[in-house]
């Protein structure tokens, strides 16, 4: 299980919602839970396109303390 913060706006439509750590990966929904909701499965598409990126690549994985 992974956790990414996210950045919710309210707007004339619902709300919109992005994650920061990933440029580009952004949602909307009607509700708040909606978007909530939108933006967990725009993440895993995200990082579906990100692992199918780095096939045949020499992938290494590091821990960073925060």
Same mark, same amino acid.
Not at 21 to 29: T, V
Not at 37 to 41: L, S, T, V
Not at 47 to 53: E, F, K, R
């Given at each position: 299980?992974?956790?990414?913060?996210?950045?919710?706006?309210?707007?004339? #439509?619902?709300?919109? $919602?992005?994650?920061?750590? /990933?440029? &580009?990966?952004?949602?909307?929904?009607?509700?708040?839970?909606?978007?909530i909701?939108?933006?967990?499965?725009a993440?895993? #598409?995200?990082?579906? $396109?990100?692992?199918?990126? /780095?096939? &045949?690549?020499?992938?290494?994985?590091?821990?960073?303390?925060?």
């Open positions: 299980m992974l956790k990414y913060k996210i950045a919710l706006h309210r707007s004339e #439509e619902g709300f919109s $919602v992005s994650v920061p750590g /990933l440029p &580009g990966c952004w949602s909307q929904g009607v509700t708040e839970q909606e978007a909701e939108n933006i967990r499965a993440i895993r #598409e995200y990082l579906a $396109v990100v692992n199918d990126q /780095l096939q &045949g690549e020499d992938v290494r994985e590091i821990e960073v303390a925060v």
